[in-house]
C-alpha cells in the first residue's frame, strides 16, 4: 500500500473518531489536543499514523471503523505498515 492510500484510510479513521461522541472525548485525551487543534495536528507528520494506532489498540473501535467504512480489518494495519515505524513513509 502507498502512503497515499494509506494516508486516504486514516482520514477516514479520523473522521470516524470524530463523528463519535464516545471515541472523540477519548481521542482528544489520549493525544492531549482540543477539537480546535484537530484539523492543524492532521498535518503534522506522525498524526495519522497515531490515528491508526489509535484503532488498531482497541478491536472493538477497528472493526466498527471497518464495518462503518467498508475497509477490512487487514487493511488498516497495512495502512498503518505504509507510514513506517517512526510514522514517516516506510521506504
Keep these: 500500500m502507498d502512503r497515499e492510500a494509506a ?3 486514516a482520514i477516514a479513521a479520523l473522521g470516524f473518531i470524530a463523528a463519535d461522541e ?3 472525548p477519548r481521542f482528544l485525551a489520549l493525544t492531549g489536543l482540543d477539537p480546535a487543534q484537530l ?3 492532521a498535518r503534522e507528520p506522525g498524526f495519522l499514523p ?3 494506532d489509535f ?3 482497541h478491536e472493538p ?3 466498527a471503523f471497518c464495518q462503518a ?3 477490512t480489518p487487514e487493511t488498516v494495519p497495512a495502512a498503518r505498515a505504509a507510514f513506517g ?4 513513509t516506510a521506504p
Excluded at 85 to 88: A, D, R, T
Design 85 to 88: 515505524p517512526s510514522g514517516e
Design 61 to 63: 473501535t477497528l472493526l
Design 69 to 71: 467504512s467498508g475497509v
Design 39 to 41: 484539523r492543524d495536528a
Design 22 to 24: 464516545k471515541l472523540l
Design 7 to 9: 494516508a486516504d484510510i
Design 50 to 52: 497515531g490515528v491508526l
Design 55 to 57: 484503532m488498531l489498540g
